[in-house]
């Protein structure tokens, strides 16, 4: 972060490539310069920062809020939550969200993380099974979202005949549809009404899962608020699912997509840990870290940023930044990935990594062992990709083994 120059003009940012190709139109962007105006996912006007070195530093920087609150008036609209699941550790800033953090800490310990294991492979395992004898299938569909949902479930200690249909909600609030605005009410509605009677039965007859044990910190010590509570359990099915889908989507189809780097991780599975997080650098599941708003003027990439505007971190560019990673746009599993921005930086780092480390390693494991000739089942220029400049993830991955 140097020197101020002048505020850039508004670059020309076609939506429709960031969303077919983002790496393409981020590079674009990456190398006209680090800083540039454009419209935000919401519409408005917001700065892109595109440049590893300023991403990771910017990420890190206390003066970048995550409270809407710091927004300026007229500014970042945003998705529209209650507060019963807008109080969570993406829209805190310090003293709240150490305070939540070092809370919901306590409960969410490496011992809970490494108990899951064992039900991880046996989930895994058992859509494996379901999969085999079909000799095709949406990989998405049959194995990348039921295995996250079991998982997060299982963590939360939701009972499996009470798991609704969770994809539908968190499609409905991360892709909404602008001639449906009534679905993401819906999805609102369907998601208060059922963690206020998850939280219930928790209280009546509490387990050793991580919502009881959150309750515990609630209620024992009232430093929680029942807010608090309910938007923690929101945050951690919503980020806990969502990010896991399209993490271990994207990483198999570019295993898929590059066949000596998937041979070289069957030849050698104890490379899964390092592949995994090159994996989720080379096609992480975010190409935008979560907004925020400088707290007062501050200077990025030599452009300063004026107090209360929408500030977006390009991970997808930073990524895929020469500057720090050698022949970014080549997968390379023997590659040091460690300082990839895929599971954040700093005081906001992903309080799930090791869990969605877990399962991507185990996710991946499992299916290239199971299905030693696993193949796309159309040509790659005919996939279907989230229209989400929030997420990137396939609608489905037709494979056949």
């Keep these: 972060m140097d020197a101020s120059t002048t505020p850039p003009a508004p670059a020309a940012v076609d939506p429709a490539e960031l969303l077919a190709d983002p790496y393409a139109g981020y590079a674009r962007l990456r190398e006209a310069g680090p800083v540039h105006r454009v419209a935000g996912t919401d519409g408005l006007p917001a700065w892109l920062v595109t440049r590893y070195e300023d991403v990771r530093q910017a990420l890190a920087d206390p003066r970048f809020s995550l409270d809407k609150a710091n927004s300026k008036p007229g500014g970042y609209r945003g998705l529209a939550l209650p507060p019963a699941l807008d109080a969570n550790l993406l829209n805190m800033d310090p003293p709240d969200h150490t305070r939540v953090r070092r809370l919901v800490s306590r409960a969410f310990?490496?011992?809970?993380?490494?108990?899951?294991?064992?039900?991880?492979?046996?989930?895994?395992?058992?859509?494996?099974?379901?999969?085999?004898?079909?000799?095709?299938?949406?990989l998405i569909a049959a194995y990348a979202a039921p295995l996250p949902i079991a998982v997060i479930c299982e963590l939360l200690g939701v009972a499996e005949e009470d798991r609704p249909d969770f994809r539908s909600w968190t499609d409905a609030l991360v892709v909404p549809d602008p001639a449906r605005p009534e679905?993401?009410?819906?999805?609102?509605?369907?998601?208060?009404?059922?963690?206020?009677?998850?939280?219930?039965?928790?209280?009546?007859?509490?387990?050793?899962?991580?919502?009881?044990?959150?309750?515990?910190?609630?209620d024992e010590e009232d430093r929680l608020s029942e807010d608090e509570l309910m938007s923690l359990a929101f945050l951690i099915l919503f980020a806990g699912?969502?990010?896991?889908?399209?993490?271990?989507g994207n990483a198999t189809l570019a295993l898929l997509q590059n066949?000596?780097?998937?041979?070289?991780?069957?030849?050698?599975?104890?490379?899964?840990?390092?592949?995994?997080?090159?994996?989720?650098?080379?096609?992480?599941?975010?190409?935008?870290?979560?907004?925020?708003?400088?707290?007062?003027?501050?200077?990025?990439?030599?452009?300063t940023v004026p107090a209360g505007e929408t500030v977006l971190l390009s991970l997808a560019a930073a990524h895929r930044d020469p500057r720090r990673f050698a022949e970014p746009d080549r997968l390379d599993i023997g590659r040091d990935a460690t300082g990839h921005l895929a599971l954040g930086h700093g005081i906001h780092y992903c309080l799930g990594a090791p869990l969605a480390r877990l399962e991507t390693e185990i996710a991946l494991g499992a299916l290239v062992e199971r299905f030693p000739r696993l193949e796309l089942d159309v040509p790659a220029d005919r996939l279907e990709w989230r229209p989400s400049m929030r997420t990137r993830g396939l609608l489905a991955l037709p494979v056949r083994y």
């Design 109 to 138: 310990t490496p011992r809970r993380i490494a108990l899951l294991r064992e039900p991880v492979r046996r989930t895994a395992d058992a859509l494996l099974d379901a999969m085999a004898p079909l000799g095709r299938a949406d």
């Design 183 to 218: 679905r993401t009410k819906e999805a609102v509605g369907a998601l208060l009404a059922f963690f206020a009677r998850l939280l219930a039965r928790k209280r009546a007859e509490p387990a050793d899962d991580l919502l009881s044990a959150m309750i515990a910190v609630r």
């Design 241 to 248: 699912y969502e990010n896991t889908v399209h993490l271990i």
């Design 259 to 303: 066949p000596a780097q998937l041979a070289a991780l069957r030849a050698d599975p104890d490379r899964l840990g390092p592949a995994v997080e090159e994996l989720a650098r080379f096609d992480g599941p975010a190409p935008l870290a979560i907004r925020r708003f400088p707290t007062e003027d501050v200077t990025v990439g030599g452009v």
